[in-house]
């Protein structure tokens, strides 16, 4: 029998010491790139997801620490209930298909997003790889499922409120510093860069507290056809960004 192994992978550029430590994706596109092949928006989302595995994996060559992408927003429970449905049990999927991989290559894995709307199969598949990988280092891969960046918001403020109400929390404390800490990414740093595919230049309610001072890719490839190669270049030409948060340089 001949045994066909994988084509090997050209190395990538790392980005350097410049190059952007965390760095956050809205996964735009995959309904569009179905529909341009005559195929169910679904045959995208299957497509789309296999293009993360690349992704994450380009991840320590680059010299990336932090990866967060969107995967489902709050607001995309609006979309058919097949829809839906499908990308719920495309998750649970991949959670199932990728858990090894992921963990051989020492991805630590977390969820960000509200999951009292999520069901408890998924829930289970989800704390699982969070517990299976906590030990990780190599990547912090952080997935966004039923998160709006208003909704992270808003359950953060309504703990924080009850921590004042309780006299845990002094109100005259309260600054910048605060109330992050409630947020769902409470142990990530803020995006250095933020990358939308789909030719779409919007923000979609994701992470509005965090990009505060992010920089932003807005790239018209579908997300499926997204590539290790086009991540790599546009974490190198980050480098060359001239970042003042709002200070002149002298
Ligand atoms: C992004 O692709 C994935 C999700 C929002 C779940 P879309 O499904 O939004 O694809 P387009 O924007 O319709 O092409
Ligand atoms: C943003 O894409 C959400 C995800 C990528 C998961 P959408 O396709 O839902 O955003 P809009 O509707 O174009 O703003
Ligand atoms: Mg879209």
């Not at 050209?10 to 596109?29: E, F, K, N, S, T």
């Not at 005559?38 to 993360?52: E, Q, Y």
């Not at 921590?163 to 910048?176: C, M, Q």
Request: charge should be positive.
């Amino acid at each position: 029998m001949i045994r066909r192994s994988k084509p090997k992978l050209q190395p990538l550029p790392a980005a350097g010491p410049d190059g952007p430590r965390h760095v956050a994706i809205i996964m735009d596109g995959n309904g569009r790139w179905a529909t341009q092949r005559g195929r169910p928006r679904l045959f995208g989302h299957h497509s789309g997801a296999k293009r993360v595995r690349e992704v994450v994996e380009a991840c320590p060559d680059v010299g990336v620490e932090y990866l967060t992408i969107f995967a489902f927003s709050t607001e995309n429970w609006k979309r058919t209930q097949v829809e839906v449905a499908g990308l719920m049990s495309l998750f649970r999927r991949y959670i199932t298909k990728e858990t090894r991989a992921l963990n051989e290559r020492g991805v630590r894995v977390r969820f960000i997003g509200d999951r009292v709307r999520l069901d408890h199969k998924l829930i289970k598949l989800m704390n699982e790889l969070e517990e299976i990988t906590s030990q990780n280092t190599s990547v912090h891969l952080t997935i966004a499922i039923n998160y709006g960046g208003r909704d992270e918001v808003a359950r953060a403020t309504k703990r924080l409120a009850q921590d004042v109400a309780d006299g845990r929390l002094d109100p005259e404390a309260i600054d910048e510093e605060t109330l992050p800490k409630y947020l769902d990414t409470y142990v990530l740093p803020d995006p250095d860069l933020v990358i939308r595919t789909s030719g779409e230049a919007r923000i979609s309610n994701f992470l509005l507290w965090q990009s505060a001072y992010a920089e932003y890719e807005f790239i018209d490839t579908l997300w499926p056809d997204f590539t290790r190669e086009e991540f790599a270049a546009l974490c190198c030409s980050y480098g060359g960004r001239d970042r003042r948060f709002g200070a002149v340089k002298t």
